[in-house]
């Protein structure tokens, strides 16, 4: 494939659009793969490094880091036999966090999401919104079931981030979601497998969002300013919105945590500490470990999930970005570079 192209939305500088541009296919370095892109969800993060919140992008940078494809090459060092599942026509997904050091205290107790070096897909890392795409073995998630490609490509990200963020609430019965969009229309259908009762506050006005969160099984549906009909065991915030924070803490009964899923958020208020007291706990969500992956994998194809999706040709991104950010969108905006 030495000198073949491809094409590629390409961020150069906040404020621009993306710009579609022909690419040299990129080549497969040590221990990495070369994936043919077939799908690429948009993801709020993407929003945050497009809109310049997330300030240290590699630039000019390929965004995207819910990606879907076809493993096409394998790099030196890749071994097959370590690696389950990872073969030359695999389909497989690769997520935010793509490369850690291995070396730092992070890593070698597990917490690999924390990594001191680690780089990430889509922002420090070249990502999907392109044909072809390379990325660390690693961190290449084989991806099994009869969902399509573009419907799993909300899992690589909201669907892991979502299942960490419900992980932190423990065995709370009765959960908050602030933000009823593609994370939180994922982790719905996780909890309500679990036994657990969602309550859905959505952006004051939404009737659009509150009838998706209710036919997704969720208990109430009501705006982000409204208390729920009684104290509620935990809650998660979706949105990047901080003056949602003092809002879940109120909404949750002593010993309760509200737990903060996004990458970004704008500044949280000052609140009165009556607001925390008894025992409340604010906890935050940093990226994902390849535990989270391997158990969120398996569980989605066990309940199963299904994602809501709207389709985007390639050369639309910026389009779809646009549609995010205006919160167009039910479910998920996903790219597809094949039918570019």
């Known amino acids: 494939m030495e000198n073949a192209a491809m094409q ?34 948009v993801c709020r993060t993407d929003l945050h490094v497009f809109d310049g919140d997330l300030t240290e992008p590699k630039l000019p940078l390929i965004l995207g880091h819910e990606i879907v494809g076809q493993v096409v090459k394998l790099g030196q060092g890749v071994d097959p036999l370590s690696i389950e599942g990872l073969v030359e026509g695999a389909r497989v997904g690769v997520p935010w966090l793509g490369w850690t ?7 070698q107790q597990g917490r ?15 990502g999907g919104y392109a044909d072809y795409c390379v990325a660390d073995a690693r961190y290449c998630f084989p991806i099994k079931g009869n969902l399509s490609d573009a ?17 932190m609430t423990e065995d709370a019965k009765s959960i908050g979601i602030y933000g009823f969009g593609t994370a939180a229309h994922i982790v719905a259908q996780v909890a309500r497998y679990q036994g657990r009762k969602i309550f859905a506050f959505v952006r004051p006005g939404d009737k659009l969002a509150a009838e998706f969160a209710l036919s997704l099984g969720a208990e109430w549906a009501g705006d982000s300013n409204q208390s729920p009909p009684k104290p509620l065991d935990a809650a998660i915030i979706y949105a990047p919105i901080g003056d949602l924070v003092p809002a879940a803490l109120a909404a949750i009964r002593p010993g309760g945590t509200v737990v903060c899923a996004g990458i970004h958020m704008s500044p949280i208020p000052s609140f009165s500490y009556d607001l925390l007291w008894r025992e409340k706990g604010l906890q935050s969500v940093a990226n994902l470990t390849r535990k989270d992956g391997e158990e969120f994998l398996a569980l989605a194809g066990e309940i199963p999930i299904k994602t809501s999706i709207k389709r985007f040709r390639l050369s639309q991104a910026n389009e779809a970005l646009s549609q995010l950010r205006e919160g167009l969108l039910s479910g998920a905006a996903v790219l597809e570079p094949t039918h570019s």
Do not use: W
């Open 8 to 41: 590629a939305m390409v961020f150069r500088e906040v404020g621009q659009p993306l710009a579609l541009e022909e690419r040299g296919i990129p080549k497969v370095r040590e221990g990495q793969v070369l994936i043919k892109v077939s799908a690429c969800g």
């Open 151 to 167: 419907e799993v490509a909300p899992l690589l990200c909201a669907g892991l981030i979502g299942y960490r963020s419900l992980k």
């Open 112 to 126: 690999e999401n924390l990594c001191e070096a680690a780089r990430f897909t889509g922002y420090t890392l070249d």
């Open 101 to 107: 050091g291995r070396h730092c205290s992070y890593c």
